[in-house]
């Protein structure tokens, strides 16, 4: 009896809980082998956004997965996100950045937060890949402390009249002269209270400002300041009411945050394999590197490392309801502890290749300067601890 009863516990897969999972690890697979990690070394070196692959993740349906189907989505949920998100930065966490910036801070958010009219327009293109969306949080002043951005929006008749500089926006740009097609800006309008609107390329006054360059990794994605100078959108380009901006903002950052942990865990992963792989063909002192103790440690406990973080950022995905706030203990949680997983077995990876590892064509040192970004983008690691730290101390029956 008891044997019985455990029987479907012991067949669910929290990793691709259902047949739709289970394929969309297929198309991912795939993808990845064939058109994503060919590329993805000259991306880097180059530090160029790659759209044709963007525009193939789109035919695929990889850009959507969690867009209703009536805009062209999937229909599906936070654990196909992070399916996404983790099996891209295999092998390009530069290029999965890119579309996570797309899906996720972009389009997720839209489908949550905007209105069916706004949602018409925008959300199929998003999930075909025809235009590209970003999201403007950051200023050159204000990161962390989001709450006291600076760009201001103000009520003039029918419109809004926007002011302000945005920065580190990825897919910002898709090169040096292309602004990206459409952007979630966050500014502050009457009240000083955050609201949120809906800025396409075209207005007058929307440029592209300094892009980013020479960035330490995350290469392959386009980083840039985004500047508005006057810009004038219609009241109708609002998300949402005035002043529901920071609700907006949290609803999306507990999204974001597990599908940043699930890149995380996607470099752990594929940093694993090489140096497992290592281990075991080259020798020393007469023997392969899987022999000796040192390097014994390195595999398994980043292997144990890698194992947790994946299971834990996998749970929060199953229990995340993409429609709700209130998830921000372990979408915090979970990426402060895998953006360190993955930036360990990154570098515990260098470690084990000792001077090839050092070397751009054994991969593993890309992987160690995208991990790094983790800890810093969507939230830093203090930002996690202070905000876990309020958290439990509010309700400490989040620990069970
Ligand atoms: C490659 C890249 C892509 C990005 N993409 C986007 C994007 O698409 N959209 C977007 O809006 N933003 C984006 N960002 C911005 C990113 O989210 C911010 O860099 C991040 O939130 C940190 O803000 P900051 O850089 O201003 O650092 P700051 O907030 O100035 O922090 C500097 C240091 O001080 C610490 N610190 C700050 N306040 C406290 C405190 N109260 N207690 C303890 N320590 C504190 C921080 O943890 C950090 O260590 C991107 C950044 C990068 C590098």
Known sequence: MAAESAAPMRSFDLFTPTPEHALLAETLREFVRREVDPQAAEHDRSERFNLALFRRAGELGLLGVTLPEEYGGAGLDAVAA????EALSTADPGFALAVLAHSILFAQNLAVNG???????LLPDAASGAKIGGLCMTEPEVGTDVLALRTRARRDGGDYVIDGTKTFITNGGIDERTLGDAFIVYARTEDSKVSAFLVEKGRAGFRLGQPWKDKLGMRASFTAELVFDGVRVPVSSRLGEEGEGTRHMMRNLEIERLTLAAMSVGIAQRCLEIMIAYANERKSFGQPLREHGQIQRHVSE?????????TFVYDVARRMDLGAVGQRVDADAAKLFASQVGKRTADAAIQVLG?????GEYRVERLWRDAKLLEIGGGTLEAHQKN??????KDPSRLR
């Open 355 to 359: 001077g090839y590892g050092y070397m």
């Open 388 to 393: 876990l730290m309020k958290d439990l101390s």
């Open 302 to 310: 980043s292997f144990a490392e890698y194992r947790a973080a994946r």
């Open 82 to 85: 992070v399916q996404v998100c």
């Open 115 to 121: 209105n069916e009219l706004q949602k018409k327009s």
